[in-house]
């Protein structure tokens, strides 16, 4: 499933079935090139350094080793699909909206989890796990994906049923969604 941004300077397109990022530049070129070193997203927030509240460490822990298998397991240029895949599913069970505290909960727990993680644990990662670690509860928040121009920049995060967004700075706006999942406007 491939999904476009156009910004008028560059037009962004995302595979969400491989995890190619490309760019196009009007007049430039009539087919995409791809974005160089493109990251799958970054955030400012204080990883790890805020303690979660509430007892959602170990369940943290377990949604993060899962985002990681779920990752790890087969090929690498699915593992994007297999991500949004799990996204979708968990919040397609989940009929009781998250509330912006248990919310945040969540996403700090995640953070604090993966301040010990070994591997590569960023936005995607860490609102990934956000979710599953809602879903385990019943909880549901929509999940989005978007793009910031020049220089060209994605990143993951979760909001609440409202739109606010969940430990994330105000700077998030600036990205435009690409994908979200789990809106209730979509069921």
Do not use: N
Not at 7 to 27: A, L
Not at 52 to 59: D, F, Q
Not at 62 to 86: D, N, P, Q
């Amino acid at each position: 499933m491939k999904r476009s941004v156009d910004f008028g300077h560059v037009r962004v397109i995302v595979d969400y079935r491989t995890g190619r990022v490309r760019c196009q530049v009007p007049g430039r070129s009539p087919t995409p090139v791809v974005a160089p070193a493109a990251s799958w997203g970054s955030a400012e927030h204080p990883a790890g350094i805020e303690r979660p509240r509430g007892v959602w460490s170990l369940a943290a822990v377990a949604a993060l080793v899962a985002v990681f298998a779920i990752k790890r397991v087969g090929g690498r240029a699915a593992a994007m699909h297999r991500v949004t895949r799990v996204i979708r599913a968990a919040a397609w069970a989940c009929r009781r909206p998250a509330t912006p505290e248990q919310a945040g909960s969540a996403v700090l727990a995640v953070r604090h989890a993966a301040w010990l993680s070994p591997g590569r644990t960023a936005c995607l990662e860490e609102s990934a796990a956000a979710v599953m670690l809602l879903a385990a509860r019943g909880l549901s928040v929509t999940w989005c994906h978007g793009v910031a121009p020049d220089p060209v920049r994605l990143h993951a995060w979760v909001q609440t049923e409202d739109g606010m967004l969940v430990a994330e700075p105000e700077s998030t706006r600036a990205y435009t969604p690409v994908l979200v999942i789990g809106d209730r406007r979509d069921r």
